[in-house]
């Protein structure tokens, strides 16, 4: 239990270096274009190289797809609660869909690592790697438009912390839970950071990266899927 405390703890902290870091100082809108998009491929190498491949060596694609389906549905339905609740209030949601995002991903990822620790698998370190590349930028690129939205600092800190703090008790659930579910479970819950992230890559962070970084973006995301796809395939 003590381990997946650690890698919990390390693979959700991230999220709280970002959003400090984003709170130290006022990052240029060109820099964070190029983070997210950095980050954006380092998910994509993440989604194609560990969540699906893992999925189908684990039960097959019957349980797998039907959790990317329930992900981008979840994923789907939060960001539009938000985007209503954001519109209300007459603020940008561009921040807190990508922590939305953070969340709907960070749950089921980090699940996975727990249930990996608890089989005796070890760690994924492509997967843990993915993960503290994509949670970096997702959280700075977050932390900053809500601070420009208006949100006080105190509010974001206190966000992020929630988050990075839901994420790491993901793993420790993940090894407690490891003897009472199977592969199907597994494999659906790869499935379901899949469909989330999918849905989040789309709609939220690459186009925020796009308004950001203009023609940088896709070199940044490339360069990022390259350094996370070759981590997969050297592990």
């Known amino acids: 239990m003590g381990e997946a405390i650690l890698w919990g703890?390390?693979?959700?902290?991230?999220?709280?270096?970002?959003?400090?870091?984003?709170?130290?100082?006022?990052?240029?809108?060109?820099?964070?274009?190029?983070?997210?998009?950095?980050?954006?491929?380092?998910l994509m190498a993440s989604i194609a190289f560990e969540l699906w491949e893992q999925g189908l060596q684990l039960a097959g694609p019957v349980p797998l797809v039907a959790g990317?389906?329930?992900?981008?549905?979840?994923?789907?339905?939060?960001?539009?609660?938000?985007?209503a609740h954001q519109a209300k209030a007459n603020k940008d949601a561009g921040g807190g869909s990508l922590?939305?995002?953070?969340?709907?991903?960070?749950?089921?990822?980090?699940?996975?690592?727990?249930?990996?620790?608890?089989?005796?698998?070890?760690?994924g370190v492509a997967l843990v790697v993915a993960i503290l590349v994509s949670n970096l930028p997702e959280s700075i690129g977050s932390a900053s438009d809500l601070l420009a939205s208006g949100m006080r600092k105190g509010r974001v800190v206190l966000l992020w912390t929630a988050v990075a703090i839901v994420c790491a008790l993901a793993t420790v659930a993940g090894f407690a839970l490891t003897d009472a579910v199977g592969p199907g479970f597994r494999a659906a819950a790869n499935g379901f950071a899949a469909g989330a992230l999918l849905v989040m890559l789309v709609d939220s962070m690459v186009p925020?990266?796009?308004?950001?970084?203009?023609?940088s973006t896709g070199l940044a995301t490339v360069i990022g899927f390259a350094v996370a796809a070759g981590l997969a395939l050297a592990a």
């Open 208 to 215: 925020e990266a796009q308004s950001k970084a203009k023609e």
């Open 99 to 123: 922590a939305v995002g953070a969340l709907l991903d960070g749950i089921p990822e980090q699940l996975v690592l727990g249930i990996g620790l608890a089989s005796g698998e070890g760690v």
């Open 68 to 83: 990317v389906a329930a992900g981008a549905l979840c994923y789907y339905a939060a960001a539009r609660i938000l985007d």
């Open 9 to 42: 703890s390390v693979a959700a902290s991230p999220l709280l270096v970002g959003a400090a870091l984003a709170l130290l100082r006022q990052w240029p809108p060109r820099l964070l274009g190029i983070i997210l998009g950095f980050g954006a491929g380092a």
